[in-house]
């Protein structure tokens, strides 16, 4: 299983998945969610209203997967997952591994040959960045995909996070 560490743009990066840390509407919004939407265009929320109006009325489920077209982006599709919230009184850990757990089986469906995710609920959702990479690269490992998978991080904070979480 080959694991990259990248800090850059995800919406930049060449590979077969584009993991999207949407929210439940999947009709866009801020961080990764909206970059992905700006700069995919809008076959991608098309698709994603699409969703709405027919599979997931009610929205996708935190945890939950789901893939679209991804429109403009050097990528087939964009996998749409929703990561919990960070809650200090509330343990939701298994909600983000699932999140990477069912992004990986929805890219396997599809026969990826490659995937790049963000550090999903690390921003704005509030989860603390070691804790977010630990989780991570855990449930990616667990899971031993066939394809590599690419974590790419916004910042060096994020980045060191996960080069710890990578080398542990």
Do not use: K
Not at 61 to 88: E, F, K, M, S
Not at 147 to 167: C, D, K, T
């Amino acid at each position: 299983m080959e694991l990259e560490l990248v800090e850059g743009d995800i919406t930049t990066q060449e590979v077969d998945a584009i993991v999207n840390a949407a929210n439940s509407s999947l009709l866009g919004g801020g961080g990764v969610d909206g970059a992905i939407h700006r700069a995919g265009g809008p076959e991608i929320l098309a698709a994603c209203r699409a969703l709405r109006a027919t599979t997931l009325p009610n929205g996708l489920p935190t945890g939950d997967a789901i893939a679209t077209p991804a429109g403009r982006l050097n990528a087939r599709y964009v996998i749409h997952t929703v990561g919990p919230v960070w809650d200090p009184a509330d343990d939701r850990s298994a909600l983000l591994a699932a999140a990477y757990r069912n992004s990986l089986r929805v890219a396997a469906s599809l026969d990826v040959d490659s995937i790049a995710f963000p550090a999903i609920s690390a921003g704005v959702y509030g989860w603390p960045l070691a804790d977010a990479a630990t989780i991570a690269v855990r449930t990616v490992r667990a899971e031993a995909p066939s394809f590599p998978v690419r974590f790419v991080v916004f910042n060096r904070p994020a980045a060191e996070a996960f080069r710890i979480a990578l080398a542990s």
